[in-house]
Each structure stands twice: as C-alpha cells, then as structure tokens.
C-alpha cells in the first residue's frame, strides 16, 4: 500500500480479508424502540462487542500484519495510548507473536493497565498525558529498534478500520447515512471510504465531543481548532488535540458534516444504549447517538440511518455516574429536600406520600443543626425513582398542598 496515496477499493476488502481470522465481524442490529422514538429507521453498529471492546483492533491487526510481511517488526512493536488502541495493539502483537510495548500515562485506568499486561504487552507509566507519553514512546522506539503503530494517521490502519463500513454496507446496501465518533479520524476515514467509493450518494456524519473538538470548523474552513490543555471530557477514547494529516485528506473529501455534542448529553446516551442493547458503551462509542438524541442530525423518514458505537471499554465508576447521571436529567430520578418539624413520624408520612405516586426511594438522609435548617426542624433528603419531569411536578405539587416546603436538588 502507498503510504501517500489512500487505499482504493480493492485494498479495503484485501485489508478485511487479511483480518477475518483476526477481528468479529460485529452485529448490525435495527432498534425498534431508537426507530419509534426518532421517527426513522435506525441500526446501531455494535463495535462495543468486537474483541478488546473496540473497533481499534481491526486496524492494529492490520498494521501488524503488513509490518510482519515487509520485515520490519524483527524486535517487536510500540503503541502509545491510554486505552484502546493499547490493547488493540496489545492482542494483535500476541496472536503475531510479536512483543508488544505500550506506553501510557501514569494516570491511566489501572484496568486498562492491567488488560494491556494480560495480553501479553510491557507497559511503561511515563508522564501525565499522551503528549508527554510519545515523547517516551519515540525514545524507546529508537533505542529497541521497535516499529512504532500510530493510533490513526497511517493508511494502513485506516484501511484497517474501513471493514466497520464495509460490514455495514454489506449487511444494510440501502444505508443512507452512517453516524460515526470522530478523534483523530482513523475510523471515520476508514468508514468513508469504504461507503462512498461503493455508495457517493450516502452521507457521512462526524460526531466529536465538545470540549475537545479539532475538527469544529475543518469542513468550513480546512483549519484545526485549538484544544486547552486543561480540556476534559468522558469522551476520553476521542479526546485527539491534533487529528492526522492523512486523515484530513479523507475528511476534506468523503465526510458531509462534523457536529458536537456535550458530556451531559454523552452520559444520556449511554444510559439509553444499555436500555436499548442491553450493552455498555463508552463515552467516546455513544457520541453519535448522543448527536441523535439532541436533534443534531437530520434523518431521513424512510431509509435507515447507522449509528456506529465504536468501544465500550467503560470506567465502571464512571458508567455508574453516568446512569445516574442520565437517569437525573431524563427525569426518572430525583432528590427532593423537604423542610418538615423534627418529629416522631415524619419521615414515615413523606414516605406514604411517595409511595402514593408509585414511585420507589433510593435513599433518605437526614440534616439537622445546618445553618439553613431551623432549630427544630429537619430536612430530609430523598432520592426518589420516577417514571418522568411530570411524575415529578406532580409530587412536588401534592408537597405544596400538604404545606411541606420541597425542592428538586437535581432540577436544572
């Protein structure tokens, strides 16, 4: 493959074919209830299930692969990454039975860290973020002799990646727009390529997160945003302050628009993934249906639109926050405070009062001797389950009624 010239056609299939043994081909799934909800047909792309949790095993397999036909991976391979790619890397050196590297931060997810060991990679901790990371890796990588394997701005990678879009088209021909997370633009690359040289007609949508968000203004004006330092968002998987150059290639070409979405909106979505597939994505996997949810993405009434959740490799504190988190601001959960005279029997009163509304409570705290709490008086702290913001209303409205004073601690 020419490293100048993006891969045709043919060299897509060849690349998924070299890979079959290696990669799933994941499920396709059309949603029901998403279609009902949206008004619109809609498949989800569940790369969430693909082995090491994420669709970067496809291209590092890929890269692996090629470097081991040319000769140059005799002293093995390095990585640096956080997370996905790692373990991409980590499982497609293994099955090569080539020694792996990868350097991460020192703060990376210890289960990250210890998924890199177990299959088989040498971790190195070096500095506290991926900047400070691929100085380390670069340095390693000279003095080992190891091939470096870039996360996304490498043909062969991309060429990698582009099996999620064929498997798509394959599995759907009449896909007519495909909802794809974008960092540093490796897999919608591989994706575009490997819809529209089939399909020029079908559209092509990047979705970033807000906080770090390169790409915002590319389509508009061919320019990379700049990134803080301090940038943060959960959507860690696309958190890319300078997408690649080759990449930028296929962007400026195949890719019909790039839009945005917030950690709020994120944190909804992979509430909504779970209930929908009953699988867990990742911050950086849900942001194209994060997109839907907010309306950012027209759909056509009659043909299916695809959404492709990329990774479901989750911090487990973190997926717990973002239920939560998700459950709160569709409005199926609450913390109400209520001012009531500290006395016997007033808790057991609020609690008749929730359960009249069918609603279940998670939790009761108690606050007295708090300046904003009146000698005498209590506060009391319930987290309450319900169905949504007018079961809420309603609540709140029977409190008033009562002559209790009560107010949503979760309420925008």
């Not at 100085?135 to 470096?148: C, I, K, Q, S």
């Not at 959960?234 to 300078?242: E, H, P, S």
């Not at 790039?258 to 942001?287: F, K, Y």
């Not at 209590?378 to 009624?401: G, K, P, S, V, W």
Request: aromatic share 2%.
């Amino acid at each position: 493959m020419d490293a100048g010239i993006a891969p045709d056609l043919a060299a897509l299939h060849d690349a998924r074919a070299r890979i079959a043994d290696a990669v799933l081909q994941t499920p396709l799934w059309a949603n029901d209830p998403l279609s009902r909800e949206f008004g619109a047909p809609i498949h989800i792309k569940l790369e969430n299930l693909q082995r090491t949790g994420s669709f970067k095993l496809r291209g590092a397999s890929h890269k692996i692969g090629c470097l081991l036909r040319s000769g140059q991976a005799a002293n093995g391979v390095i990585a640096v990454s956080a997370g996905n790619h790692a373990q991409g890397v980590a499982r497609a050196a293994m099955v090569a039975g080539l020694p792996a590297t990868v350097v991460m931060p020192a703060n990376a997810p210890l289960t990250k860290i210890e998924s890199c060991k177990s299959l088989g990679a040498e971790v190195v901790l070096f500095g506290s973020n991926l900047e400070e990371a691929r100085v380390e890796t670069d340095r390693l990588a000279r003095e080992r002799g190891l091939a470096f394997i870039h996360p996304y701005d490498d043909w062969e990678i991309v060429a990698g990646q582009a099996g999620v879009g064929l498997e798509i088209l394959e599995a759907l021909p009449s896909a007519a727009q495909i909802v794809v997370p974008l960092g540093g633009g490796g897999l919608i690359s591989g994706i575009a390529l490997a819809a529209k040289l089939q399909r020029p007609d079908i559209r092509v949508v990047g979705v970033q997160a807000d906080a770090v968000a390169p790409w915002r203004h590319f389509l508009a004006d061919g320019g990379i945003d700049a990134i803080p330092p301090d940038a943060h968002t959960i959507a860690d998987g696309i958190k890319v302050k300078l997408p690649g150059l080759l990449t930028r290639q296929v962007v400026a070409r195949h890719v019909d628009a790039i839009v945005t979405v917030d950690d709020n909106a994120i944190a909804e979505a992979m509430v909504t993934l779970l209930e929908r597939t009953r699988t867990i994505g990742e911050g950086a996997g849900v942001v194209g249906l994060a997109a839907l949810m907010r309306g950012l993405i027209p759909l056509p009434p009659e043909a299916p639109t695809v959404i492709v959740i990329s990774g479901g490799n989750a911090d487990m504190t973190l997926v717990g926050r973002s239920i939560d988190y998700g459950l709160a601001s569709s409005g199926r959960l609450m913390s109400v405070a209520v001012l009531t005279p500290d006395s016997p029997g007033r808790l057991a009163t609020l609690l008749g009062l929730v359960a009249e509304h069918g609603m279940n409570v998670r939790h009761v705290e108690h606050r007295r001797g708090e300046l904003h709490v009146p000698v005498g008086m209590t506060e009391i702290i319930l987290q309450i389950e319900t169905r949504d913001f007018t079961h809420q209303r309603e609540l709140l409205e029977h409190f008033a009624r009562q002559g209790l004073a009560a107010r949503n601690l979760l309420a925008p």
